[in-house]
C-alpha cells in the first residue's frame, strides 16, 4: 500500500501544476501521517463537553490541517477541534468545514477504519470532498463532478436495487436490524468513520441508513464524494444540508449508490 501511495503521489504532482482537490489531498495526507505518529501508543484520552472522546492525535492532526489550508485558500475554517460556537456562520457562504480524526473510538481501539475528513462548502452544500485512510493509505476525493479513489475515478452503485447495506460498527442495533429486514436487504457490512462514505462511493453497497445524530464535518467531506461517485446523502427526500442553526444532523440521513433510489 505505501508504495501505490508513493506512485500516486508522483503521477498527479507530475508538471508541477495541481489542482485544488490534490492540494487539499496532501494536506490530507500530511495530517494522517501525524496521526499514526500516535497510532497504538499510550496516549492520553480526554473527554470533550459533548462526551465525545479527543487525543493528542486529533489536535497535531488539526494544527497541520489548519495551516495547510490558511496557506492555501483564504477561506475561513470550521472544524471540529477548534470551533467557537460564537462563530457568526449565518455569513458564510464559501468556508472549509474539517473532521482531523474522524472515528476517534476506532482510533482509540487500535482499528484501521479512521479517517481524516476536509471539505469545501458552497452555498451550503460540500463543492470537494477529500478524505484520507491513514492505516490503509488510501486516499479519497472529489470535485467538479467527479469522485476518486487515488487518481482513479470511482463510481456509486447503479444497479437499481437495494441489494447491499453498510451499517455502523459503532452504532448498529435493533433498529438497523428491523430496517434491514424491513426492507429484504440480507448483506451488509460495518465500517466506522467516514470509511461508510468512500465504500458507498466505489460500489461496494447500496445504501447506508444512519439514525443517530451526526455533525455536519462527519458527513460534508463524504457527501461530495458519494454524489461525485452518483450517489445522494439525503434527509427527508432531499440533500442533506449544511450550516444549519445547530451543527448537528440530528435527523439522520440515508446515502443511496444510485441517486433515483428512494425507499
Known amino acids: 500500500a505505501g508504495q ?3 506512485v500516486w503521489q508522483a503521477d498527479f504532482k507530475i508538471g508541477g501544476i495541481m489542482s485544488l482537490r490534490q492540494e487539499v489531498a496532501d494536506i490530507a495526507q500530511a495530517a494522517g501521517d501525524v496521526i499514526m505518529r500516535y497510532f497504538k501508543s499510550d496516549i492520553k484520552v480526554e473527554e470533550k463537553g459533548d462526551g465525545s472522546p479527543v487525543t493528542q492525535a486529533d489536535l497535531a492532526a488539526n494544527k497541520v490541517i489548519e495551516e495547510g489550508l ?17 462563530m457568526d456562520r449565518a455569513a458564510l457562504d ?10 476517534t473510538k476506532e482510533f482509540i481501539k487500535g482499528r484501521d477504519s479512521f479517517t481524516v475528513n476536509i471539505a469545501l462548502l458552497k452555498a451550503q ?5 477529500v478524505i484520507y485512510v491513514p492505516v490503509r493509505e488510501e486516499m ?3 470535485e467538479g463532478g467527479i469522485a476518486y479513489k487515488f487518481e482513479t475515478e470511482i463510481h456509486a452503485g447503479r444497479n437499481g436495487r437495494l441489494v447491499k447495506a453498510i451499517c455502523s460498527r459503532s452504532h448498529r442495533g435493533e433498529l438497523m436490524d428491523a430496517f434491514l429486514s424491513l426492507n429484504g436487504i440480507q448483506d451488509s457490512i460495518n465500517y ?15 445504501i447506508y441508513p444512519r439514525f443517530n445524530p451526526t455533525s455536519e464535518w462527519d458527513t460534508a ?5 458519494v454524489r ?22 440530528s435527523d439522520g440521513f440515508t446515502v443511496y449508490g444510485n441517486r433515483d433510489l428512494r425507499l
Open 94 to 103: 464559501t468556508y472549509w468545514l474539517v473532521d482531523p480524526l474522524d472515528g
Open 192 to 206: 466506522g468513520s467516514s470509511l461508510k462514505f468512500c465504500r458507498m462511493a466505489e460500489g461496494k453497497a447500496d
Open 125 to 129: 452544500q460540500p463543492v470537494l470532498g
Open 140 to 142: 479519497y476525493s472529489a
Open 70 to 86: 490558511k496557506q492555501l485558500a483564504p477561506y475561513p475554517i470550521v472544524s471540529e477541534e477548534t470551533f467557537d460556537p460564537r
Open 228 to 249: 461525485a461517485a452518483g450517489g445522494s446523502v439525503e434527509v427527508h427526500g432531499a440533500d442533506l444540508p449544511y450550516n444549519k442553526e445547530t451543527l448537528l444532523n
Open 4 to 6: 501505490i501511495q508513493k
Open 221 to 225: 467531506a463524504g457527501h461530495a464524494i
